[in-house]
């Protein structure tokens, strides 16, 4: 006995997302929003702005929160709140004027320890070596000078550590001989913000170089001017 065919029943749009769900509100959180918001809570009750209760609260509520928009309310409040889930808005980049080309900054380390770190004014370039010792570059708070940077690391039984804002662009290329040779690329959306370049080696120790999470250079042009007296 012959079976009829039954007519294809056409297949049925793909559904579209929600329009809450393509809106900013609707952007999916990351680590780095979940705890640049933890920060300004932080800050926020060690000003006396929130009591230990509410701090743990809306603590809570952060690191339960699936979208950029459950993390919005949390601050909203809170003077800092402006601009805390996405990256700060771009701003005129003003470097310094221009240091006469000099030997580069040295910093070694032989069975010690070295390190640059809080508001200093970068040079074109900078030396580290590691040897049975440990290297700390800290630009984070760092004043550049002008674009470009270049850190040339060596580490022999040693470490070289390098740390960035978040919104400046990080490149590099180096080698680990039965050790680690690490640069976390980072490019910044701004075609003008400082590039940081760290090249090098390590045998049987590390060099890495990453950014730093949460912290930006948001005002080089008025720090510049500030710290240069122009």
């Known amino acids: 006995m012959d079976l009829e065919k039954q007519p294809q029943q056409p297949h ?4 579209r997302p929600p329009a809450e769900a393509l809106d900013g509100d609707g952007i999916r959180a990351s680590d780095a929003d979940r705890d640049r918001i933890a920060d300004i809570l932080r800050e926020a009750m060690a000003e006396g702005r929130l009591t230990a209760d509410e ?4 603590i809570d ?4 929160a699936k979208t950029v928009g459950e993390l919005q309310p ?3 409040d809170l003077p800092a709140a402006s601009g805390s889930t996405a990256r700060p808005e771009s701003q005129p980049y003003a ?3 221009e240091a006469p080309d000099g030997p580069a900054e040295n910093l070694v380390a032989v069975f010690s320890s070295a390190n640059r770190k809080g508001r200093w004014r970068v040079g074109g370039r900078t030396n580290a070596f ?3 010792g440990s290297v700390e570059i ?3 708070e760092a004043l550049f000078g002008q674009r470009l940077t270049v850190i040339n690391a060596t580490s022999i039984f040693g470490s070289v550590d390098v740390r960035v804002p978040e919104n400046i662009s990080l490149r590099g290329s180096g080698t680990g001989v039965f050790g680690s040779f690490e640069v976390r690329t980072l490019e910044s959306p701004d075609a003008e913000a400082p590039v940081v370049v760290v090249n090098g080696y390590s045998v049987f120790g590390s060099v890495e170089a990453r950014p730093k999470r949460g912290k930006f250079v948001a005002d080089l042009q008025q720090r510049l001017r500030k710290h240069l007296g122009y």
Do not use: Q
């Open 12 to 15: 049925a749009p793909a559904a």
């Open 55 to 58: 701090h743990a609260e809306r």
């Open 61 to 64: 509520l952060v690191y339960r």
């Open 74 to 76: 949390m601050v909203r």
């Open 95 to 97: 470097y310094g004027p």
């Open 130 to 132: 590691a040897l049975f």
């Open 138 to 140: 800290d630009l984070t």
